[in-house]
T-cell receptor, first 117, second 109 residues
């Protein structure tokens, strides 16, 4: 079955440590995204990528980094510079299009919940 | 930028109908999406509207008025399993989806 796999599902980090969240998709989607979700908040965009070896900052990119070396993979690193990293992180992918049905519909992974101790 | 507003919480009775509203302000509008998200899980796609009018899909329908910057999600014959957050998201130009803060719906017996 095609889909998006995020790992780990739960992660605990000590202050000052960098952690990397994995996101892999086998949907052959060109675009991949990382969103952050806090209680009572909507999804906020961290980074996105529409093509291999290229990515763009979202609204809250500070303290995060990404890479897109393969079409299938879009890992997110939460660095020690991120002041409040405890959150639910969601990876998504989509076909890029002009807004017709199917295009731009995000398919989400199951999420990774990061807790800073 | 974009501004997307939806109510924070709603409560409805099993078997009833509920309407969740979403208003937005944006330029280069290219479509409006509704997602359902159960607690602790990933959002799942419900509907997409780009033209004015009503799109019906089983118990769920979604309406769009582009001139008013307004959409609603209509849930009929509510079931307990419909208790979830409902996220309104707007697509503008070539930028990624921007989400509202979500409406948490509680279905009671």
């Amino acid at each position: 079955d095609g889909g998006i796999t995020q790992s780990p599902k739960y992660l605990f980090r000590k202050e000052g440590q960098n952690v990397t969240l994995s996101c892999e998709q086998n949907l052959n989607h060109d675009a991949m995204y990382w969103y952050r979700q806090d209680p009572g908040q909507g999804l906020r965009l961290i980074y996105y990528s529409q093509i291999v070896n290229d990515f763009q900052k979202g609204d809250i990119a500070e303290g995060y980094s990404v890479s897109r070396e393969k079409k299938e993979s879009f890992p997110l690193t939460v660095t020690s510079a991120q002041k409040n990293p405890t959150a639910f992180y969601l990876c998504a992918s989509s076909i890029i299009g002009t807004g017709g049905s199917g295009a731009n519909v995000l398919t989400f992974g199951a999420g990774s919940r990061l807790t800073v101790l | 930028g974009q501004n997307i507003d939806q109510p924070t919480e709603m409560t409805a009775t099993e078997g009833a109908i509920v309407q969740i509203n979403c208003t937005y302000q944006t330029s280069g509008f290219n479509g409006l999406f509704w997602y359902q998200q159960h607690a602790g899980e990933a959002p799942t796609f419900l509907s997409y509207n780009v033209l004015d009018g009503l799109e019906e899909k089983g118990r769920f329908s979604s309406f769009l008025s582009r001139s008013k910057g307004y959409s609603y999600l209509l849930l009929k014959e509510l079931q307990m399993k419909d208790s979830a957050s409902y996220l309104c998201a707007v697509l503008s130009g070539n930028t990624p989806l921007v989400f509202g803060k979500g409406t948490r719906l509680s279905v009671i017996a």
